[in-house]
């Protein structure tokens, strides 16, 4: 890999039904060198031991979850090199926080958007959803507590991606354009 690219995070942030998934592929289409890692596997592999760790409805409330992402990004970077998109709900302000001064502590920049979308939209693309199914309750259940981040400490922390009118394929350019200029190409363009 090129190391003459400085490694950066692009952490694609915004509740379940933003589009963080489909947005995610797609920068990493437009951005040369990159890769993108589902921190949601860490918390499954959590998920995975024997006996269960303590209940919770949230992996993310497990304290291991915030620093092991840190360290699988870093190593990826350190392995892969160039860009690492994630797209990632993190609604807490203080496991952003660890996350961000962890990812710090090793230099590694982070560039982090937020795909907003209105309540209506976001209840809208839920129901229509074909890949988790309509009316995910799971998806559901985490409106409230993004409307009330993005009242909060969301906006303050992230570049807001508004995507109540614009395609997945908008957003990435507009994200890819943020991070590496005009140079970032248009979907329709690639081959």
């Known amino acids: 890999h090129d190391a003459s690219v400085e490694p950066v995070i692009v952490w694609l942030n915004g509740t379940h039904g933003a589009g963080k998934t489909t947005t995610s592929a797609l920068v990493q289409q437009l951005i040369p060198d990159s890769h993108v890692f589902d921190a949601e596997k860490v918390g ?4 995975d031991i024997r006996p269960g760790l303590p209940e919770t409805d949230n992996f ?8 092991l992402v840190v360290e699988t990004a870093r190593r990826i970077l350190d392995y892969a090199g160039g860009t690492l998109v994630v797209p990632m709900t993190v609604l807490i302000e203080d496991y952003w926080r660890e996350i961000s001064t962890g990812l710090a502590r090793h230099a ?11 309540q209506e939209t976001l209840r809208r ?3 229509e959803d074909t890949v988790l199914g309509p009316n995910s309750p799971f998806r ?5 507590p993004y409307a009330e981040a993005a009242r909060t400490w969301l906006r303050d922390a992230a570049e807001v991606i508004d995507t109540t009118h614009l395609t ?18 248009d979907l329709a363009d690639r081959p």
């Open 44 to 47: 499954e592999t959590l998920m």
């Open 60 to 67: 993310q409330h497990w304290p291991p979850w915030r620093p």
């Open 108 to 118: 590694i920049p982070v560039r982090h958007f937020v795909l907003h979308a209105d």
């Open 125 to 127: 693309r839920i129901a």
């Open 140 to 144: 559901l259940k985490y409106l409230e």
């Open 168 to 185: 997945a394929a908008q957003a990435a350019r507009e994200i890819a354009r943020a991070v590496i200029g005009d140079t970032a190409p």
